[in-house]
């Protein structure tokens, strides 16, 4: 079974489309979350999301674009574009938001936004971290997003502090051996100084995680955020991936 991992979506069609090109055939599409936010497709990304029957959780940003006073701790033009989501998101988009849990165990694996202990607020950028959050889920995988950037941690069989494991594209990563933490990267917001999409493949039966950047048109969605009126600044940052 060959499943697409995303995460961090962030309402940019664009970016969205490309990544399920590169993806090709898959036999599942798992999310973790931040679909909306910051982008000026809530609606048509998760409309493609409900195409393809993709499962997940609910980020930082899908509570914000849904009422929760997780807003007031955004910085200004998150809160700016997390209102401007709230007024535009559909009946039917609204519907799916609300459905997605802050926690999902599916398939003997766990996914999450941020982290088991803090799902909607840690971001796990440390051992330490990293750890824990292995600690808490059943299972050798959980899969994560919210730092925007592609990471694994590794804790090997015999246990001890977890190690970070720094995926390179067109290397594959064995997961036959250990507990593993995964973060496939953002696909509509990268922050690793590379703009391209990032997303994860996985392969349930060759137990093998591969990482992906795919090129899209960043100006046709920088264009749709300038138009929606949303912060400069969330366009002019896609083009750096910062
Ligand atoms: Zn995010």
Known sequence: MRIAVVSDIHANLPALEAVIAAAGAVDAWWHCGDVVGYGPHPNEVVARLRELGAVGVTGNHDAAALGSPIVEWFNPDAHRAALWTRDVISAETRGWLVALPETLLHEGRTLVH?????????????????????????????????????????????????????????RSIDLSEGRFLLNPGSVGQPRDGDRDASFLLLDLERRTADWRRVAYPVRETQDAIRKAGLPDRLASRLGQGR
């Open 114 to 170: 941020g982290s088991p202990r803090s799902p909607l607020e840690e971001n796990v950028t440390t051992p330490s971290a990293a750890g824990a959050a292995l600690d808490l889920v059943p299972g050798a995988l959980c899969l994560h997003g919210h730092t925007h950037v592609p990471i694994a941690w590794r804790i090997g069989p015999s246990g001890g502090a977890a190690v970070e494991v720094r995926p390179t594209q067109g």
